[in-house]
């Protein structure tokens, strides 16, 4: 039976032995918080407690993301800051609609569609590879609507953390080390990272960033025009254009934030919520009426259940590479076409109980891209406000450039365009939706999450981790919804991920081994998955109003509440 499987067993056992070194640790799980008024889950425990702080002293939701995301982006240097962007999902109390609010970065006035084809590294290293960022224009753009606290409130704890300091955490300090001789040569990280003789800080060690302090400060007390114009942009530029990048002062001052209408669906009779392009959400929700109809509870987590998943996964990844911003492309039918009942049956009626198949079978139109980065955070407020925000400054340390003088970390996200380039292995092209073009988003696999059961908050779900997020969020969410695990065991549970370019199913080395050989037997060809590839953060809301809040121990991560 198993000779249908395409690796070496003996490697395969080996690559697994390896990769079960790279995670939190076998006796560690993620911790599950319990709050009766309000609850908060980021990925760093300082950042969780800040955003409970401000949910108990009258704050709602949007000041708990505002404040916790500032402080992401102070300690967790590595994956997020004002040098990014990003989406934040708002689901409104008293019935009002909810609104998608799209910060995502923006690629330059004088950006080209093959600006980056004799190069690529250029996308990912120096001036080229930054775009617009969107952070503080998004946060305040969701603070100005909705927020209840100061704008200046918000931005205290983090102003205190980067001046008066923190210790350094084992997550960043594994980049640290990954980029070591860049951080030691690079004007701002050599002075932020090491301890001033040529050596890196180490875990525990108190990192101050001091520069990034004073411009939180300026903002704080100025608002975006201080980020978008004046010394701030005047600082970044400068920075930017000396490593030989094309943003402008006029690029700073005409970025602007997009309000978009989500998307939803139905599971199981629940109103589930998402963003629609240019993040991967209507994915998410395709995969979602895909396993609808399979009735996962009847089985509960088998192989064949499992199977199902994974095929679903593979459909969905052919679907997104149709997917781009919505403001250069006219794909609201494609996208309606995604999140209907109907497609959905018409892919389940292609999916095979007893096999899977090769790459054509799924129908893709172009090659798949695999992105990266970003953090997650989940919010629920005593009024039931909900705010799902996911941010990045994509690959680790974005672009690997800091401004010195304002200790911004700029962000790579040109890297998550489309390039032109001959095709893949398997015949297809990169996708035309998603080309470079002046002022342009580029696609993200962002699927920042709310889940409404009768009229109620149930679960505020998303995650980071690129390409991995829309799959790891839909497994986290089946976990719960359909086998009935509790928050922590659904986010814990181990996990699978295919994105059909490579051919290949990545399985945690912590999923059962009989599993996995059982999944093998369906035809599909085994590779091991790094264990925190992927990092879920969510609140669930129990019926009786009692909040659940996990952070992820793949990524060290604590919730809080009150």
Known sequence: MYLKIHWCPALFLISFALLAVD??????????????????????????????????????????????????????????????????????????????????????????????????????????????????????????????????????PSVKLARNGYPLNSVVYHYLVSMKQHILDSPGFNTTFTDGHGQLLEPGDTIRRPELADTLEIIARDGPHAFYGGNIARSLVQTI????????????????????????????????????????????????????????????????????????????????????????????????????????????????????????????????????????????????????????????FGSRIMDPTTGIILNDEMDDFSTTNATNGFGLRPSPNNKIVPKKRPLSSTSATVIENNGHVELVIGGSGGSRILTAVFQVIANVLDFGMRLDEAIDKPRLHHQLMPDQLSVDPLFLSSLTHALAAFGHKIAPLRHASSVVQAVHRLPDGLLHAVSDARKHGLAAGY
């Open 23 to 156: 995670r939190v640790g076998a006796q560690d799980s993620s911790t599950l918080v319990t709050a009766k008024h309000g609850a908060i889950a980021t990925d760093e425990p300082h950042c969780s407690a800040i955003g409970a702080d401000v949910l108990r002293e009258g704050g709602n939701a949007i000041d708990a993301a505002v404040a916790s995301a500032l402080c992401i982006g102070v300690i967790q240097a590595h994956s997020s800051g004002i040098g990014g962007g990003g989406f934040m999902l708002v689901r409104l109390p008293h019935g009002k609609r909810p609104v998608l609010i799209d910060f995502r970065e923006t690629a330059g006035s004088a950006a080209t569609t093959d600006m980056f084809i004799s190069n690529i590294t250029s996308a990912r290293i120096g001036g080229l590879a930054v775009g617009i960022p969107g952070e503080i224009a998004g946060l305040y753009n969701a603070h100005s609507r909705f927020g209840k606290l100061p704008w200046h409130r918000l931005f205290e």
């Open 241 to 396: 254009q000396n490593h030989n990048g094309i943003l402008t002062l006029d690029d700073f001052a005409g970025y602007e934030v997009v309000s978009r209408e989500p998307i939803e669906t139905y599971y199981h009779g629940r109103r589930v919520i998402t963003g629609s392009a240019p993040t991967s959400g209507s994915i998410l929700l395709n995969m979602l009426n895909v396993a609808e109809g399979f009735v996962l509870a009847l089985d509960g987590p088998t192989a064949l259940s499992y199977h199902r998943m994974v095929e679903t996964m593979k459909y969905g990844a052919a679907q997104r590479t149709l997917l781009g911003d919505p403001s250069f492309l006219d794909i609201d039918t494609q996208i309606l076409r995604q999140i209907s009942k109907e497609f959905a049956s018409e892919i389940r009626a292609n999916i095979s109980d007893t096999q899977t198949f090769n790459i054509s079978h799924y129908d893709p139109e172009y090659d798949v891209l695999e992105n990266h980065g970003t953090t997650h955070i989940s919010v629920v407020d005593s009024d039931e406000m909900a705010v799902a925000l996911t941010s990045t400054i994509n690959l680790e």
